[in-house]
C-alpha cells in the first residue's frame, strides 16, 4: 500500500459528475467543416505544410512542430484545404489567430502517416519521442504541453516513477473519468510506452476515490497485463487534487519547490488521456485528430462525453448532446473553476477542450460586487500552494509588479480556490491573471528593447567598422601613390645621369676625333718609299 500525504489548503466542492458520466462515450459525427489553429499547445505554432485548393487524407499532417517545443497538426477527416487565414478561436481574449479549414469531403478516408508499432520495445527512446512529436501528441489534461518534450529529460535526471493523473478534481468534468473505464487496457499501454521511453522503473495512477468504476476498471487492465510495475492510488477527493505538484505530494510526500520541475526528483507526470493517445500514436500509428470532451451543466438537455475531431465547431457539439436549455446565459469551456466563458459557440473544439459547460443563472451563486478585503486569511488557509493572496492581490491592484514577482505570483496555478473562500467576493485570479499578462508584456518590451539595443549596438559597429576599413583602403593607396612616385622620381633621376653618361662619353669620344683629326692635319705628307731602321727592318 501507498503512504499518502496530504497537501496544504484546498477545499470540497459539489461534484456534478453525475450529469455526465452515467452514459458511455458517443461518437460525434464528422462536421461538414473543420478549423484547426495552428497553436493549440504550450510553445511555438505549427507551421503549415499544405496550401489552399489541395486536397488531405484524414490523419494527414497539415502543419509541422515550429521549434523544440511545438507540436504537429493533423486533418481529422479528409476533404480539401479551402482557406488558411485568421479565425476567432476558444480563448480568454476572443481574439483570432491563424487557422487552416478544411472542407470534408464525407470519405474519412485514411491516409496514416505511421507504421504501427506492434513491438515499440525494439524502437529506443529517442525515436518513440520523435513519433509523439510527429503525431502532435499534447497533454490533453488541459495543459497542452507537448509531451515528446516533456519526456526530453537529460541522462543525469533519470526518470525513477511515471505517475498518471486521473485525479479530474474538477467539479463537472468527467471525460477522464469515461476514457478509464472504456479504454483502461489503452492507458495501461501507453504507461508501458511512457515508461519505456522515460526509462521509469513504476508507475503510480492517482485517482480520486469518488471514481471507483475507474479505479476497478484500471486494475482489471494491470491484472490482465500482468505489469507489477503499476498500481492504481485511490486519492481523497478534494480540489485541486489533480494539480501536478499536488498529486505528486499525495503520492510520493515530495514537494518539489519554486523554480524547480518534478524531473529534477525523477518524477513524470501525465494525463490518463494523455497515455491513451500515446498508445495509439505508437502501436495504432494514429495522430492526434480527437479527443473525449464533457458535455454538461444544467442547460444541457443531453449531458455526457463525446469523441470530437478537432476543429469541430462547438455548435455542432452542443447539437448533439440536446442543445441548451431555455435561460441558459454562460458557456464555459473546461470546468467552473478553472474555466473561461466563451464569447460564442462557433470556435472550434481544440486539443484544450475537455469540458464543455452550459450554466443556468438559477444554478450558480449569485455574482456580488466585491467588497474591500478586510485581511481575514482565508484565501492563504485554502490556497494549495502555499502562496499569499491577499498580498498579491494588493500589489496586482496597485500594478507594483516587482512586488507580485517578489510574491511569487507565477507559482499561481489559478485554481480559483482563494476567490471562492473569499467573503469579500475579489476575484482574485483575474487580477493574478492581469499581474502575469503586465509582466509578460513588459518582459516582452524589454527583450524587444535588448535587441533593438543589440541591433543598434551592431549598427554602431558596422559603421565603425566599415569607416576604418576604408580609412586603412584609402592608407594603404596613398602609401602605393607615394612608393609609386618615388621610384618615378628615383627613375628620373637615374636616367639623367644614364643622360649625362651618354653626354660625357660622347664628348669624350668627339674630343679624341678633334684630337685625332688635328695631329693628322699638322704632320707632313709621305713620299716615296718608307725607310725603316735597322732594327725595322723586315
Same mark, same amino acid.
Given at each position: 500500500?501507498?503512504?499518502?500525504?496530504?497537501?496544504?489548503?484546498?477545499?470540497?466542492?459539489?461534484?456534478?459528475?453525475?450529469?455526465?458520466?452515467?452514459?458511455?462515450?458517443?461518437?460525434?459525427?464528422?462536421?461538414?467543416?473543420?478549423?484547426?489553429?495552428?497553436?493549440?499547445?504550450?510553445?511555438?505554432?505549427?507551421?503549415?505544410?499544405?496550401?489552399? %485548393?489541395?486536397?488531405?487524407?484524414?490523419?494527414?499532417?497539415?502543419?509541422?512542430?515550429? %521549434? &523544440?517545443?511545438?507540436?504537429?497538426?493533423?486533418?481529422?477527416?479528409?476533404?480539401?484545404? @479551402?482557406?488558411?487565414?485568421?479565425?476567432?478561436?476558444?480563448?480568454?481574449?476572443?481574439?483570432?489567430?491563424?487557422?487552416?479549414?478544411?472542407?470534408?469531403?464525407?470519405?474519412?478516408?485514411?491516409?496514416?502517416?505511421?507504421?504501427?508499432?506492434?513491438? /515499440?520495445?525494439?524502437? =529506443?527512446?529517442?525515436?518513440?519521442?520523435?513519433?509523439?512529436?510527429?503525431?502532435?501528441?499534447?497533454?490533453?489534461?488541459?495543459?497542452?504541453?507537448?509531451?515528446?518534450?516533456?519526456?526530453?529529460?537529460?541522462?543525469?535526471?533519470?526518470?525513477?516513477?511515471?505517475?498518471?493523473?486521473?485525479?479530474?478534481?474538477?467539479?463537472?468534468?468527467?471525460?477522464?473519468?469515461?476514457?478509464?473505464?472504456?479504454?483502461?487496457?489503452?492507458?495501461?499501454?501507453?504507461?508501458?510506452?511512457?515508461?519505456?521511453?522515460?526509462?521509469?522503473?513504476?508507475?503510480?495512477?492517482?485517482?480520486?476515490?469518488?471514481?471507483?468504476?475507474?479505479?476497478?476498471?484500471?486494475?482489471?487492465?494491470?491484472?490482465?497485463?500482468?505489469?507489477?510495475?503499476?498500481?492504481?492510488?485511490?486519492?481523497?477527493?478534494?480540489?485541486?487534487?489533480?494539480?501536478?505538484?499536488?498529486?505528486?505530494?499525495?503520492?510520493?510526500?515530495?514537494?518539489?519547490?519554486?523554480?524547480?520541475?518534478?524531473?529534477?526528483?525523477?518524477?513524470?507526470?501525465?494525463?490518463?488521456?494523455?497515455?491513451?493517445?500515446?498508445?495509439?500514436?505508437?502501436?495504432?500509428?494514429?495522430?492526434?485528430?480527437?479527443?473525449?470532451?464533457?458535455?454538461?451543466?444544467?442547460?444541457?438537455?443531453?449531458?455526457?462525453?463525446?469523441?470530437?475531431?478537432?476543429?469541430?465547431?462547438?455548435?455542432?457539439?452542443?447539437?448533439?448532446? %440536446?442543445?441548451?436549455?431555455?435561460?441558459?446565459?454562460?458557456?464555459?469551456?473546461?470546468?467552473?473553476?478553472?474555466? &473561461?466563458?466563451?464569447?460564442?459557440?462557433?470556435?472550434?473544439? @481544440?486539443?484544450?477542450?475537455?469540458?464543455?459547460?452550459?450554466?443556468?443563472?438559477?444554478?450558480?451563486?449569485?455574482?456580488?460586487?466585491?467588497?474591500?478585503?478586510?485581511?481575514?486569511?482565508?484565501?492563504?488557509?485554502?490556497?494549495?500552494?502555499?502562496?499569499?493572496?491577499?498580498?498579491?492581490?494588493? /500589489?496586482?491592484?496597485?500594478?507594483?509588479?516587482?512586488? =507580485?514577482?517578489?510574491?511569487?505570483?507565477?507559482?499561481?496555478?489559478?485554481?480559483?480556490?482563494?476567490?471562492?473562500?473569499?467573503?469579500?467576493?475579489?476575484?482574485?485570479?483575474?487580477?493574478?491573471?492581469?499581474?502575469?499578462?503586465?509582466?509578460?508584456?513588459?518582459?516582452?518590451?524589454?527583450?524587444?528593447?535588448?535587441?533593438?539595443?543589440?541591433?543598434?549596438? &551592431?549598427?554602431?559597429?558596422?559603421?565603425?567598422?566599415?569607416?576604418?576599413?576604408?580609412?586603412?583602403?584609402?592608407?594603404?593607396?596613398?602609401?602605393?601613390?607615394?612608393?609609386?612616385?618615388?621610384?618615378?622620381?628615383?627613375?628620373?633621376?637615374?636616367?639623367?645621369?644614364?643622360?649625362?653618361?651618354?653626354?660625357?662619353?660622347?664628348?669624350?669620344?668627339?674630343?679624341?676625333?678633334?684630337?685625332?683629326?688635328?695631329?693628322?692635319?699638322?704632320?707632313?705628307?709621305?713620299?716615296?718609299?718608307?725607310?725603316? =731602321?735597322?732594327?725595322?727592318?723586315?
Amino acid at each position: 500500500m501507498i503512504k499518502l500525504y496530504d497537501f496544504h489548503g484546498g477545499i470540497h466542492l459539489p461534484g456534478k459528475k453525475s450529469l455526465s458520466n452515467n452514459t458511455p462515450i458517443q461518437q460525434l459525427a464528422c462536421s461538414k467543416r473543420l478549423v484547426l489553429p495552428l497553436q493549440m499547445h504550450i510553445g511555438e505554432p505549427a507551421r503549415p505544410e499544405v496550401g489552399v %485548393g489541395e486536397h488531405v487524407g484524414k490523419g494527414q499532417r497539415l502543419a509541422r512542430p515550429d %521549434g &523544440f517545443i511545438s507540436a504537429a497538426i493533423h486533418a481529422p477527416t479528409s476533404g480539401t484545404v @479551402v482557406a488558411i487565414e485568421s479565425l476567432p478561436i476558444p480563448h480568454p481574449s476572443g481574439l483570432s489567430a491563424p487557422c487552416i479549414v478544411i472542407e470534408a469531403d464525407g470519405e474519412d478516408r485514411w491516409e496514416k502517416p505511421f507504421e504501427p508499432w506492434d513491438d /515499440y520495445q525494439s524502437h =529506443t527512446p529517442l525515436e518513440i519521442r520523435q513519433r509523439l512529436r510527429d503525431a502532435g501528441v499534447v497533454g490533453l489534461g488541459g495543459a497542452v504541453f507537448p509531451t515528446a518534450a516533456k519526456l526530453a529529460v537529460p541522462p543525469d535526471r533519470p526518470i525513477k516513477t511515471l505517475i498518471l493523473n486521473g485525479a479530474e478534481c474538477e467539479p463537472y468534468i468527467t471525460c477522464d473519468d469515461r476514457v478509464m473505464r472504456e479504454r483502461a487496457d489503452q492507458i495501461i499501454e501507453g504507461g508501458r510506452i511512457l515508461l519505456h521511453a522515460s526509462g521509469a522503473e513504476r508507475c503510480l495512477i492517482g485517482v480520486e476515490d469518488n471514481k471507483p468504476e475507474a479505479i476497478a476498471s484500471l486494475q482489471a487492465a494491470i491484472k490482465a497485463a500482468e505489469d507489477t510495475r503499476f498500481e492504481v492510488v485511490a486519492v481523497p477527493t478534494r480540489y485541486p487534487a489533480g494539480g501536478e505538484r499536488q498529486l505528486i505530494l499525495t503520492l510520493t510526500g515530495i514537494e518539489i519547490p519554486r523554480n524547480r520541475h518534478a524531473t529534477d526528483y525523477g518524477l513524470l507526470c501525465q494525463n490518463v488521456a494523455t497515455a491513451a493517445s500515446v498508445y495509439r500514436a505508437v502501436v495504432l500509428g494514429e495522430p492526434v485528430i480527437s479527443r473525449v470532451v464533457t458535455v454538461t451543466g444544467e442547460g444541457i438537455n443531453r449531458p455526457g462525453n463525446f469523441e470530437v475531431r478537432i476543429g469541430t465547431p462547438i455548435s455542432d457539439v452542443i447539437a448533439a448532446a %440536446g442543445g441548451y436549455k431555455s435561460g441558459v446565459d454562460r458557456l464555459l469551456m473546461g470546468g467552473p473553476m478553472m474555466g &473561461f466563458a466563451l464569447a460564442d459557440d462557433t470556435v472550434p473544439v @481544440v486539443k484544450a477542450t475537455n469540458c464543455l459547460l452550459a450554466l443556468h443563472p438559477q444554478d450558480r451563486e449569485p455574482e456580488q460586487p466585491p467588497m474591500p478585503c478586510i485581511r481575514c486569511g482565508q484565501c492563504a488557509e485554502a490556497c494549495p500552494v502555499n502562496l499569499l493572496p491577499q498580498q498579491l492581490y494588493w /500589489y496586482s491592484r496597485a500594478k507594483d509588479l516587482d512586488r =507580485t514577482r517578489e510574491y511569487h505570483i507565477f507559482d499561481c496555478i489559478e485554481c480559483g480556490v482563494c476567490a471562492a473562500v473569499c467573503p469579500a467576493h475579489i476575484p482574485l485570479v483575474q487580477y493574478f491573471r492581469f499581474a502575469k499578462t503586465e509582466i509578460w508584456a513588459s518582459e516582452r518590451e524589454r527583450l524587444k528593447a535588448n535587441k533593438a539595443r543589440e541591433r543598434h549596438k &551592431f549598427h554602431q559597429e558596422r559603421i565603425a567598422r566599415e569607416k576604418a576599413e576604408r580609412e586603412a583602403m584609402l592608407a594603404k593607396k596613398r602609401a602605393a601613390l607615394a612608393a609609386k612616385q618615388t621610384n618615378q622620381s628615383q627613375t628620373g633621376s637615374d636616367k639623367s645621369a644614364i643622360k649625362d653618361e651618354i653626354a660625357a662619353a660622347m664628348a669624350r669620344v668627339k674630343a679624341r676625333k678633334a684630337a685625332a683629326q688635328t695631329k693628322k692635319a699638322s704632320e707632313p705628307a709621305q713620299v716615296g718609299s718608307p725607310t725603316y =731602321t735597322e732594327s725595322e727592318k723586315p
